[in-house]
DNA sequence: GTCTTATAACTGACTGGTCAGTTCCAAGAC
DNA sequence: GTCTTGGAACTGACCAGTCAGTTATAAGAC
């Protein structure tokens, strides 16, 4: 049942790359071995062991994204990867260690991104929330940063591990430094009487609803994304509300 | 690619359950087979194919929104369905006929129990909007109403088809409704002037925070879910906003 | 009512294929 | 030469889908 205790003892050996091939214009061997002579032109390994986890944990957050983690081979990662399977099994003990491995390399980067920013910053709350949700929006847009939730929210069911880490590492920190925010802005006269607990959803709901209509089901706007002018419209309504009088 | 397209000719001969089996109280034989002597008290099986097709559709809902569509076996569909796995394709020619006749199921009840009530409604339509939340706050209450959305979002990659079913039959109904509506909220004065289309997110993206928020992560108000309160402290803010001044 | 026959509902062993993980040897780096 | 790296064949488990056989139920004969 729960075997997805089983922590992880990722190699990883390095993060540094080194480059020590060209990286692009890689010959890689024609597939159709045409003429008899076994010719190689360029070198058949690259040996650059330091850039080949990423390079595979790369792979393998777009097939699990593609395919859901169930359904993607290793195969597939690991020709996507430029390498043959066996090579996977030399820097990642299993396919659980890969989803772990993904998740943990996003972790760093998200936590400091937007914590810091708002649980710090003093002043009028509605100036750090607009710029912590463009400060989010703006990180929406590339697609391999959509790619983490996503995957965590998809497997979260079968993974309970990694969604907890998950939730360690962002959600508990993210979701307190809002209410106590929102709390502030009461306090300190910006807010309403609301509930700060419970407001934390109108803050990131939109966002996430908007990222779903047209991640998942190809509903969006006339003119593609456009993150920034949704965060735009969001905020207007968020400090604002609908009503005109009011 | 696509063989999703196969349409699926489930037999459901016929929906009127005839219950010849007093359904509750059924003996189901005693799974530890104590004492020596082999009774068999009780039938064996149960005979009643019309009752079948919805309760394997029931147990696999559970089992695909537990595990996942890949993870998910067929043998275990069964067993929690009571049947054997040999039976279940009595009912559906494939696995995948299962999350196809999932989705068809739940689409009826669906379409019709919140679009009518405000695409019609004339009148404020910050009224219309309230009361469609309560009644889409009501309707998730339920884990089975929760749990088709979950499964199509999950799924929704591996299985584009049905992802356009879901949209076309709901998404596409829904989100025009409301888009239409805010439309007129603005031209009839009750609405600033905003863009309608993206504050379709606005007004739908705090449940679905709260929703995942509280399902995946287990992060809920200490008081339980408090769907209640939640929609009752999204609408405040919809309408009249966060800022005290204003 | 009891017996016989027909058929629908169901079972579970089996098959064919897929895939995670292993192994071992060849090829390259140094 | 030795050490490192990679690849492809292999293994063993698992599972969707099949099918020949079994059991319950209904209908008709008497």
Do not use: C, W
Not at 181 to 196: P, S, V, Y
Not at 207 to 236: C, Q, S, T, Y
């Amino acid at each position: 049942m729960t075997e997805t205790s089983r922590k992880l003892d990722t190699p990883r050996r390095g993060s540094a790359r080194r480059d020590l091939a060209p990286a692009d214009s890689v010959p890689r061997e024609s597939p159709d071995s045409r003429e008899t002579t076994p010719r190689h032109e360029g070198p058949k390994f690259r040996r650059r062991a330091d850039a080949r986890p990423d390079e595979v944990l790369d792979a393998a957050l777009a097939l699990f994204t593609e395919k859901g983690f169930a359904a993607a081979r290793i195969d597939d990662i690991a020709q996507r990867a430029g390498i043959s399977k066996g090579a996977v099994y030399l820097y990642f003990p299993s396919k659980q260690a890969l989803i772990e491995a993904i998740v943990e390399r996003a972790l760093g980067p998200i936590a400091e991104e937007a914590i810091e920013r708002l649980a710090t910053l003093p002043g009028d709350p509605r100036l750090v929330i607009s710029s912590v949700l463009r400060v989010l929006g703006r990180q929406l847009t590339s697609a391999q940063a959509l790619a983490i939730p996503r995957l965590v929210i998809r497997e979260a069911p079968s993974f309970p591990d990694i969604a907890e880490l998950y939730r360690r590492a962002v959600l508990d920190r993210v979701v307190p430094a809002l209410t106590a925010l929102i709390r502030r802005g009461i306090a300190e006269g910006h807010f309403r009487q609301i509930d700060a607990e419970l407001t934390v959803r109108s803050v990131v709901g939109p966002v996430l609803a908007h990222m779903v209509l047209a991640d998942i089901f190809g509903i969006l706007p006339a003119d593609g994304l456009a993150l920034d002018r949704l965060i735009e419209n969001h905020i207007a309504i968020l400090f604002d509300g609908l009503s005109l009088k009011a």
